[in-house]
């Protein structure tokens, strides 16, 4: 059964796979964004042969035409290993991605023990190539004082609730709370922001960013929704029908499995998510 669901979220294990969900997506008018699974290497073999396969991904989506971006995990290119060597690994993919359609490369957020040297990667790749975002989690107490510095670099954010399991010391953990905070959050990026990738599953979310951007009268070509693969398929389309922007995360690659049971161990949101997706329109 989970292996089932687990593979409902990945688009296969080779990067033709990957490519292929692109191309069903694209004709379905919402863009993507490709990730190669794995996180928190510790060997710079691995390191240096995840960053090729970006490499690699990124000739593909060139080659085959397909409107897509990629979006990557610091962990999986050496963060754990050195810091230099990480960002050595990051602006190799970021010098390639700069010749592609849509060149942005997106800095995925992990868990809260590193945070800051992911921002800190972050900052330093964007001083010399910026055609790099990031992701900020709504959930940390810390992510406003992030924004700001975000918005004040002229960065690109795409901004969640946030998947892991934290402390209350560092994060919210009622789920109301979270809203409120995604909202100011939210709120703060359509204005002020650079094309903020608004990431959400949540149906009340969603409502109130549309009331949003009614009420500021906020351009549908100023942002964009932004959804998991497989996961609620019937609201994406919907959001296109109605003409807002999607682009939908794809992730693909042999470590299908670990990235599926992480996410539904860490917090018992993302198995609730994960079993009632199946049945949600």
Request: with cysteine; charged share 25%.
């Amino acid at each position: 059964m989970l292996e089932r669901l687990a593979r409902r979220f990945v688009a296969g294990q080779a990067v033709d796979a990957a490519i292929a969900a692109v191309r069903r997506i694209n004709g379905m008018g919402m863009t993507a964004s490709l990730d190669f699974l794995g996180e928190d290497v510790l060997d710079r073999a691995t390191a240096t042969k995840t960053a090729q396969m970006y490499l690699s991904m990124l000739d593909a989506i060139a080659v085959s035409r397909v409107q897509s971006n990629v979006s990557v995990k610091l962990t999986a290119i050496g963060l754990l290993i050195d810091e230099e060597f990480a960002l050595e690994n990051l602006l190799r993919i970021l010098e390639r991605a700069q010749s592609n359609p849509d060149p942005l490369v997106r800095i995925d957020m992990e868990g809260s023990a590193v945070t800051e040297r992911t921002l800190a990667v972050f900052e330093r790749a964007f001083a010399r190539r910026p055609n790099v975002g990031i992701v900020l989690q709504a959930m940390l107490k810390r992510t406003p004082g992030d924004l700001e510095r975000a918005i004040d670099l002229g960065a690109r954010v795409r901004l969640c609730k946030g998947a892991y399991k934290e402390p209350a010391a560092i994060a919210y953990q009622e789920m109301a709370e979270i809203r409120s905070q995604y909202l100011r959050l939210a709120e703060v990026l359509l204005v002020r922001g650079s094309y903020p990738g608004i990431a959400t599953h949540d149906r009340r979310l969603i409502a109130r960013i549309k009331e949003i951007v009614a009420r500021d009268a906020i351009a549908s070509d100023r942002f964009e929704f932004q959804m998991l693969y497989g996961c609620r398929p019937r609201l994406q389309k919907q959001l296109v029908d109605e003409g807002y922007r999607m682009r939908v995360y794809v992730p693909f690659g042999t470590h299908w499995a670990s990235y599926f049971y992480r996410r539904v161990a860490e917090r018992r949101e993302n198995a609730f998510f994960a079993l009632s997706s199946i049945f949600s329109r």
